[in-house]
């Protein structure tokens, strides 16, 4: 910004708008060699907006503005979320905006994590395309299982995907597998007998000191790589030391605690937490969710492909029903732009988008909460909009816990978060009712 800048009218005014801008952004503890990008990022704004007078800004205008942002493919996500708290920091805290809350700023913050190749999304096919392969392998470490025995790796996935096991199973395998080769100093699984098995575990037992959950976990992974991939039979396993933990007893809310995490929450974060608190749905259950999933007739909501690739049904909590409305019209707006700039599709799973070409295209199949930006599909490739990244939701979850002074470890899956009252026997104040059609 220039010292004739409209916006502040006069050099001195430039000089103290600027002393107090770089004040705040100490005290929102941003780095010193950070907050130099941040005053670049509101000067380009303001150009951007033709340098008028701070006062005459709309919140219209920044979510445009941060909209054409969020377009910019070659962005990166970092520098994306630099872009919208240094705007933040400049209205709601600088300029104090009467308009600011008006602006869901945790949706172009946390809403801009793009989906990486390995993310937990159902965005897969059961296989490994040329295509896919080239990306997983060129992304690999050169010390790892796609680079040292890219046959195996490729047919453990592919053993996987083809028993149908969720994505998460997939990257633990896959985890557990490359540990235990590396192990035996990257001998071939194939010359690793029974009392090699036994002395991965021993070692992760009394050596690793895990839990007998985490054992378990790393037996099962290469239990699946003889029996399934490598078909062969590795006899009975020895008397390997097995971990021996306590269990932890369970992180319990209070409903006083609950409600005060609730109320600490804004904008689709309150929404979707009010979500897993109102229907008891896990936490990528939720992220996951379209548009065709919520049943206002039938007061439902339809979970599709949960644990265990089962579908289920949860009662749509009535409190929620005119945020979900709204949110839906704004989801609408978004969705109709997008459409408009040529993209708008997304992605379907199970091959329904070569049995209805159209239907990747159509409303009633995105998600219910998308991204704030377009991104790459990790693994076709396409421009895509995708479901949001679940880390925003895990941090305003922790950060609302923190500002309402909860002492106890809470996330999203903290048993009476996904567990309300009203399901033993105490009236949950997200409850479902009557509900009608938007």
């Known amino acids: 910004m220039t010292p004739n800048s409209p916006a502040l009218r006069s050099g001195s005014a430039v000089s103290n708008f600027w002393i107090r ?7 929102h503890s941003i780095l010193k060699k950070y907050q130099h990008w941040h005053r670049q990022h509101v000067e380009q704004y303001l150009r951007a907006q033709g340098e008028r007078k701070l006062a005459t800004h709309t919140a219209e205008e920044l979510n445009a503005y941060l909209e054409r942002k969020s377009a910019i493919a070659s962005l990166p996500d970092w520098q994306f979320r630099q872009i919208t708290e240094a705007l933040r920091i400049l209205f709601c805290d600088l300029v104090k905006a009467d308009w600011c809350d008006q602006v869901d700023w945790a949706h172009w913050t946390e809403g801009a994590w793009r989906l990486s190749q390995n993310h937990p999304t159902l965005a897969r096919e059961s296989g490994l395309t040329d295509a896919v392969s080239k990306l997983m392998f060129e992304a690999a470490p050169k010390r790892s299982l796609p680079k040292k025995f890219p046959e195996l790796y490729r047919a453990v996935v592919t053993a996987i995907r083809v028993a149908g096991y969720a994505i998460r199973t997939e990257q633990t395998y896959l985890q557990w597998v490359e540990r235990f080769i590396r192990f035996h100093d990257w001998r071939p699984a194939d010359s690793l007998n029974s009392s090699d098995v036994d002395a991965f575990l021993e070692y992760l037992a009394v050596k690793r000191n895990v839990s007998d959950s985490t054992q378990n976990q790393a037996l099962c992974a290469i239990v699946f790589l003889y029996g399934k991939v490598l078909k062969r039979d590795l006899g009975a396993f020895g008397e390997f030391a097995r ?13 006083v605690e609950v409600r005060a995490l609730l109320q600490a929450l804004n904008g689709r974060h309150a929404l979707m937490a009010g979500l897993l608190y109102g229907t008891g749905m896990r936490l990528m259950e939720c992220i996951r969710l379209r548009v065709l999933d919520i049943d206002f007739d039938y007061q439902q909501i339809i979970i599709r492909q949960g644990k265990g690739g089962k579908d289920r049904v949860a009662p749509l909590p009535q409190r929620l029903t005119d945020t979900i409305c709204r949110h839906l019209e704004t989801v609408h707006e978004t969705f109709v732009k997008d459409t408009q700039d040529g993209h708008g599709e997304v992605f379907l799973p199970d091959a ?7 239907a990747p ?3 009633r199949w995105q998600y219910l909460f998308p991204s704030s930006r377009i991104s790459v599909d990790p693994r076709s490739g396409k421009m895509r909009r995708h479901h949001i990244h679940e880390n925003g939701l895990q941090k305003a979850v922790k950060q609302a816990s923190n500002a309402a002074g909860i002492q106890k470890k809470v996330g999203c899956h903290t048993p009476l978060l996904r567990h309300p009252p009203d399901r033993g026997g105490v009236r949950s104040p997200h409850g479902a009712g009557a509900v009608g059609s938007c």
């Open 352 to 358: 329904l988008a070569r049995k209805y070409p159209n």
């Open 243 to 255: 971990a021996k933990r306590p269990r932890q007893l369970p992180v319990v809310l209070s409903q």
């Open 21 to 27: 801008y770089l004040a705040l952004l100490r005290e």
């Open 361 to 363: 295209r159509e409303w």
